[in-house]
């Protein structure tokens, strides 16, 4: 037998990824009340079928508002009551019940919290302008919220639900309290400190969060009071919140305890829900995007992260921000970042350094240069000279150079350096942070740098003064304005639009838990969210509380939105629709175009299904005469897949674009005139192995000045022909054919081995099924099948009537591996089977072989050509006497 490749990687627990079915959780989802007897609520039927059924379960939850989820989330006691709670009569759907991610920043900065004696000074009703700080949000300038707060939008009177990790209320930019009157109006604390995703929650009336921080800072994004140090506040600070606590301390959520919080907003009458959180998942089928998505088609438009995880390529999208009718909010960096800052007894500054905590230095301090030539490459690079003085009292400057930036904060610490300073030898615009050891160490700009040693080599006693409460914005020329590099990549399986719009997420500054801090400065599509979520409250209040508004939200949003480039280096080039969705949300547009086009998505399939006749409406609902103009924008073309393997990012373009031809190209609308425009798409040809998802936007333009547009996204390729199982040795190489049967000792179970391996099924001796997805599946099953059974590796061969001994695995809605190890996934799925099958019966003694089966894409279920399988190699059980 061969050893397997990977060390110890077989033995490992499964990943979030592959762990999000919590076992033996289902949820019930009943028949209407009005097809049950009479006899009793559909509830009570419910749990009077599982009792006579001899089915032993425990509610998890229970739901029940018609026409969107009447039901229980319910554990069983083990897998042999499974097939009983299948068989009840009143029960319309069983699903499992997943495990959603802990929503984690991509990357988190804490300054110091403001001084009691400035927030004594200055309170938060009160605006206090640091005298080189903007007076408005870069972010807010990017979307035009700051233009729309100057016309008195700000929010009020509409309520927003936040499902998060709860909120620290009484930091005083978030209200200072929690109840009728405050800020935080309203919310609950479903779970508890101590949840971990998989325990029983220990719900009280309390949302109050100080120990995460997460959904404090998203509060703030929506929410935050002007007035404060830092000169922030939020989109739309006079909204009323509503905190829904669904996460602990630590660790997951279950995704019913997460519907639970969305159909309370619901129930509380919310205007719009966030949640900043998500796992990849992709299929818009998912039990948690099926219930947002119902939820936003009743009238409460519901705001969800797109994910980080871009760098994993495409196909990659988030659950639940895949339900069709939620908006899907993807991430664009700030176009500045706020870091610390220092100033100079010159005047020069104020100077950007990259560090989380301002430098605890009291009153100015001199320089000690290590080098006064400002081209040294080596600078610090070797132990300092004897002569140095105690550096311990200097702020210690050095120039970037060749060696490593630890080396050289190890030679000035030997001379008691605790604050080191290093100055860029590039002119670059953005800065990088460097994690010291035993002193603080931190990156400054070449210019700033070699100003100061240019300073002193002149003569002048030059001290820094290092403010502990105030941050400095550095322009971000390089990525500012550009999707972030870790907002996901769709769209979805069943190729809907996701992401649907961007907003600002990278580098956000906002409130967090007092004990934390009180203010961060975090990234991800978790800001980006919130950030959407407060537009569209600004958006309610300017159009007013209808059905109609909620309803045209994301439409509005997406059709009005900004265009991004795929890099500020070549603006002609726009980012896939994959990933920037309908781009960078503009609030102002939104609020005040009077062109309406409809609809805001466009979506054109696969080629084997391809919608290529389209139509777009466009709507004069203002009060002048308008001409208009009609044009197709192509945005880059990715190729997503090589050699049937699913590519990282940075996905590479490709310069074939789709076609389309307009009818009409220009017309005028009077007022209260529409008119319906004629689309006919031609998929750009290219390699369909390489499945190159195509997107762009139909671009319609008013001489009065507004400019909207619909997006379109399609896929030259058949997405049935997607492989769905791997089985190459492309990701371990040579010899390690994936799927790969192992025992416990992690060597390969062959289909040449003259002997067959048994298996004792004790904890330490058992078989481990490993295999990946090249394409995500709807469905899959592994099945225990005589060892006798042969199958054709394609699923030539028919499914129905062989003689499938028991169900060992289901995975429903299932996302595609990636090519990272460091994935959500592994890169792959270990399943470790103890012998038990889904009814909870043992196996009995004997041979047998695993086989593996994989709904295509658009897959019929039922016809056997859509299944891809992969039959296992002999392997026997020998459960001895108490051996399990």
């Given at each position: 037998m061969m050893g397997v490749k990977v060390i110890l990687v077989l033995s490992l627990a499964l990943s979030a990824a592959a762990l999000r079915a919590i076992p033996n959780a289902y949820f019930v989802e009943l028949e209407p009340s009005s097809e049950l007897t009479p006899r009793a609520t559909s509830h009570s039927s419910l749990y009077s079928d599982l009792d006579a059924a001899g089915v032993k379960y425990?509610?998890?939850?229970?739901?029940?508002?018609?026409?969107?989820?009447?039901?229980?989330?319910?554990?069983?006691?083990?897998?042999?009551?499974?097939?009983?709670?299948?068989?009840?009569?009143?029960?319309?759907?069983?699903?499992?019940?997943?495990?959603?991610?802990?929503?984690?920043?991509?990357?988190?900065?804490?300054?110091?919290?403001?001084?009691?004696?400035?927030?004594?000074?200055?309170g938060f009703d009160g605006r206090w302008y640091p005298p080189y700080l903007p007076d408005t949000e870069s972010t807010h300038v990017m979307t035009g919220v700051n233009k729309l707060h100057a016309e008195g939008l700000t929010g009020r009177g509409i309520k927003i639900g936040i499902i998060d990790t709860g909120t620290d209320y009484t930091n005083p930019w978030l209200g200072g309290c929690f109840g009728p009157g405050c800020k935080v109006a309203l919310g609950w604390d479903l779970v508890g400190d101590a949840y971990n995703g998989t325990n029983t929650p220990m719900p009280d009336p309390d949302p109050l969060d100080q120990c995460a921080g997460h959904g404090s800072h998203v509060a703030g994004i929506i929410g935050a009071n002007p007035g404060n140090v830092y000169n922030i506040s939020g989109v739309a600070y006079d909204a009323t919140l509503a905190s829904y606590r669904v996460f602990g301390c630590a660790d997951d959520a279950g995704e019913d305890v997460i519907i639970h919080a969305m159909l309370m907003a619901y129930d509380a009458h919310c205007d719009v829900i966030n949640l900043s959180l998500g796992g990849v998942q992709g299929w818009t089928s998912s039990y948690a995007g099926v219930i947002a998505s119902k939820l936003a088609d009743k009238g409460m438009v519901v705001v969800i992260s797109a994910g980080n995880d871009g760098q994993y390529g495409a196909w990659y999208a988030s659950d639940p921000a895949d339900g069709q009718s939620v908006v899907a909010a993807a991430s664009v960096d700030n176009v500045v970042t706020p870091l610390q800052n220092f100033t100079l007894s010159d005047g020069y500054g104020p100077v950007p350094y990259y560090q989380a905590v301002a430098y605890a230095i009291d009153g100015p301090m001199k320089f000690y240069v290590t080098s006064f030539n400002t081209s040294n490459t080596t600078d610090a690079c070797n132990?300092?000279?004897?002569?140095?003085?105690?550096?311990?009292?200097?702020?210690?400057?050095?120039?970037?150079?060749?060696?490593?930036?630890?080396?050289?904060?190890?030679?000035?610490?030997?001379?008691?350096?605790?604050?080191?300073?290093?100055?860029?030898?590039?002119?670059?615009?953005?800065?990088?942070?460097?994690?010291?050891?035993?002193?603080?160490?931190?990156?400054?700009?070449?210019?700033?740098?070699?100003?100061?040693?240019?300073?002193?080599?002149?003569?002048?006693?030059?001290?820094?003064?290092?403010?502990?409460?105030?941050?400095?914005?550095?322009?971000?020329?390089s990525t500012g304005g550009l999707i972030s590099t870790y907002s996901s990549i769709g769209p979805t399986y069943d190729m809907f639009f996701k992401p649907a719009v961007a907003a600002p997420g990278g580098n956000i500054f906002s409130t967090y838990p007092v004990n934390l801090g009180t203010f961060a400065v975090l990234s991800g599509t978790s800001m980006s969210s919130p950030f959407v979520t407060g537009?569209?409250?600004?958006?309610?209040?300017?159009?007013?509380?209808?059905?109609?508004?909620?309803?045209?939200?994301?439409e509005l949003l997406e059709t009005?939105?900004?265009?991004?480039?795929?890099?500020?280096?070549?603006?002609?080039?726009?980012?896939?629709?994959?990933?920037?969705?309908?781009?960078?949300?503009?609030?102002?547009?939104?609020?005040?175009y009077t062109t309406l086009l409809t609809p805001g998505e466009l979506l054109l399939n696969d080629t084997a299904n391809f919608k290529g006749e389209q139509s777009i409406k466009v709507s004069n609902a203002g009060f002048v005469k308008q001409v208009y103009s009609v044009s197709h924008v192509p945005a880059a073309t990715v190729l997503t897949y090589n050699n049937s393997l699913a590519i990282d990012s940075p996905l590479p373009f490709s310069q074939a674009a789709a076609s389309v031809h307009i009818t009409p190209t220009t017309f005028t609308l009077f007022p209260g005139e529409a008119l319906d425009i004629s689309l006919k798409f031609t998929p750009p040809k290219s390699d369909d192995d390489t499945y190159p998802v195509y997107s762009g936007f139909i671009v319609v333009k008013s001489h009065v000045g507004e400019e909207l547009h619909s997006s379109y996204i399609g896929v030259a390729g058949s997405l049935s022909a997607a492989h769905i199982i791997d089985n190459t040795d492309t990701y371990w190489g040579p010899g390690y054919t994936f799927p790969l049967l192992t025992d416990a000792n992690e060597n390969n179970i062959n289909y040449t081995d003259l002997k067959t391996e048994y298996f004792t099924m004790t904890p330490d001796d058992q078989p481990t099924l490993n295999f990946r997805f090249l394409f995500g599946t709807v469905i899959a099953y592994v099945d225990l099948v005589s060892a006798s059974l042969n199958l054709q590796r394609r699923g030539k061969s028919s499914f129905r009537g062989l003689p499938l001994l028991g169900n060992i695995l289901e995975l429903d809605d299932y996302p595609r591996s990636s090519s990272a190890t460091d994935a959500p996934d592994n890169g792959y799925y270990p399943f470790q089977w103890n012998g038990t099958c889904a009814n909870g019966s043992y196996a009995a003694n004997g041979e047998y072989k695993m086989l593996l089966r994989a709904l295509k894409v658009t897959g019929d279920p039922s016809n056997d050509a859509d299944w891809e399988a992969w039959l296992s190699p002999i392997f026997g059980v020998n459960i001895t006497t108490g051996s399990l």
């Amino acid at each position: 037998m061969m050893g397997v490749k990977v060390i110890l990687v077989l033995s490992l627990a499964l990943s979030a990824a592959a762990l999000r079915a919590i076992p033996n959780a289902y949820f019930v989802e009943l028949e209407p009340s009005s097809e049950l007897t009479p006899r009793a609520t559909s509830h009570s039927s419910l749990y009077s079928d599982l009792d006579a059924a001899g089915v032993k379960y425990t509610v998890r939850t229970e739901y029940n508002i018609p026409d969107l989820f009447v039901g229980a989330a319910i554990d069983l006691a083990d897998a042999s009551h499974y097939a009983g709670l299948i068989s009840v009569g009143s029960v319309k759907r069983v699903k499992p019940v997943h495990l959603i991610p802990r929503p984690e920043p991509v990357s988190v900065m804490i300054p110091d919290a403001p001084s009691p004696e400035l927030i004594a000074r200055d309170g938060f009703d009160g605006r206090w302008y640091p005298p080189y700080l903007p007076d408005t949000e870069s972010t807010h300038v990017m979307t035009g919220v700051n233009k729309l707060h100057a016309e008195g939008l700000t929010g009020r009177g509409i309520k927003i639900g936040i499902i998060d990790t709860g909120t620290d209320y009484t930091n005083p930019w978030l209200g200072g309290c929690f109840g009728p009157g405050c800020k935080v109006a309203l919310g609950w604390d479903l779970v508890g400190d101590a949840y971990n995703g998989t325990n029983t929650p220990m719900p009280d009336p309390d949302p109050l969060d100080q120990c995460a921080g997460h959904g404090s800072h998203v509060a703030g994004i929506i929410g935050a009071n002007p007035g404060n140090v830092y000169n922030i506040s939020g989109v739309a600070y006079d909204a009323t919140l509503a905190s829904y606590r669904v996460f602990g301390c630590a660790d997951d959520a279950g995704e019913d305890v997460i519907i639970h919080a969305m159909l309370m907003a619901y129930d509380a009458h919310c205007d719009v829900i966030n949640l900043s959180l998500g796992g990849v998942q992709g299929w818009t089928s998912s039990y948690a995007g099926v219930i947002a998505s119902k939820l936003a088609d009743k009238g409460m438009v519901v705001v969800i992260s797109a994910g980080n995880d871009g760098q994993y390529g495409a196909w990659y999208a988030s659950d639940p921000a895949d339900g069709q009718s939620v908006v899907a909010a993807a991430s664009v960096d700030n176009v500045v970042t706020p870091l610390q800052n220092f100033t100079l007894s010159d005047g020069y500054g104020p100077v950007p350094y990259y560090q989380a905590v301002a430098y605890a230095i009291d009153g100015p301090m001199k320089f000690y240069v290590t080098s006064f030539n400002t081209s040294n490459t080596t600078d610090a690079c070797n132990p300092l000279p004897d002569d140095t003085p105690d550096l311990s009292n200097y702020v210690t400057l050095v120039r970037r150079g060749t060696c490593a930036f630890l080396t050289k904060a190890a030679n000035v610490e030997a001379k008691g350096a605790k604050y080191i300073l290093v100055y860029d030898n590039l002119d670059e615009s953005s800065l990088i942070g460097i994690t010291g050891q035993n002193q603080t160490i931190a990156m400054i700009s070449q210019a700033a740098g070699v100003h100061i040693v240019n300073t002193i080599a002149s003569g002048v006693n030059l001290t820094a003064t290092f403010p502990q409460n105030t941050l400095a914005n550095l322009p971000n020329p390089s990525t500012g304005g550009l999707i972030s590099t870790y907002s996901s990549i769709g769209p979805t399986y069943d190729m809907f639009f996701k992401p649907a719009v961007a907003a600002p997420g990278g580098n956000i500054f906002s409130t967090y838990p007092v004990n934390l801090g009180t203010f961060a400065v975090l990234s991800g599509t978790s800001m980006s969210s919130p950030f959407v979520t407060g537009s569209v409250a600004l958006l309610i209040q300017a159009k007013g509380r209808s059905p109609a508004t909620a309803a045209h939200a994301r439409e509005l949003l997406e059709t009005t939105s900004k265009l991004v480039p795929a890099s500020n280096n070549n603006t002609s080039v726009l980012q896939t629709a994959a990933q920037q969705g309908a781009g960078l949300i503009s609030a102002y547009n939104a609020v005040h175009y009077t062109t309406l086009l409809t609809p805001g998505e466009l979506l054109l399939n696969d080629t084997a299904n391809f919608k290529g006749e389209q139509s777009i409406k466009v709507s004069n609902a203002g009060f002048v005469k308008q001409v208009y103009s009609v044009s197709h924008v192509p945005a880059a073309t990715v190729l997503t897949y090589n050699n049937s393997l699913a590519i990282d990012s940075p996905l590479p373009f490709s310069q074939a674009a789709a076609s389309v031809h307009i009818t009409p190209t220009t017309f005028t609308l009077f007022p209260g005139e529409a008119l319906d425009i004629s689309l006919k798409f031609t998929p750009p040809k290219s390699d369909d192995d390489t499945y190159p998802v195509y997107s762009g936007f139909i671009v319609v333009k008013s001489h009065v000045g507004e400019e909207l547009h619909s997006s379109y996204i399609g896929v030259a390729g058949s997405l049935s022909a997607a492989h769905i199982i791997d089985n190459t040795d492309t990701y371990w190489g040579p010899g390690y054919t994936f799927p790969l049967l192992t025992d416990a000792n992690e060597n390969n179970i062959n289909y040449t081995d003259l002997k067959t391996e048994y298996f004792t099924m004790t904890p330490d001796d058992q078989p481990t099924l490993n295999f990946r997805f090249l394409f995500g599946t709807v469905i899959a099953y592994v099945d225990l099948v005589s060892a006798s059974l042969n199958l054709q590796r394609r699923g030539k061969s028919s499914f129905r009537g062989l003689p499938l001994l028991g169900n060992i695995l289901e995975l429903d809605d299932y996302p595609r591996s990636s090519s990272a190890t460091d994935a959500p996934d592994n890169g792959y799925y270990p399943f470790q089977w103890n012998g038990t099958c889904a009814n909870g019966s043992y196996a009995a003694n004997g041979e047998y072989k695993m086989l593996l089966r994989a709904l295509k894409v658009t897959g019929d279920p039922s016809n056997d050509a859509d299944w891809e399988a992969w039959l296992s190699p002999i392997f026997g059980v020998n459960i001895t006497t108490g051996s399990l």
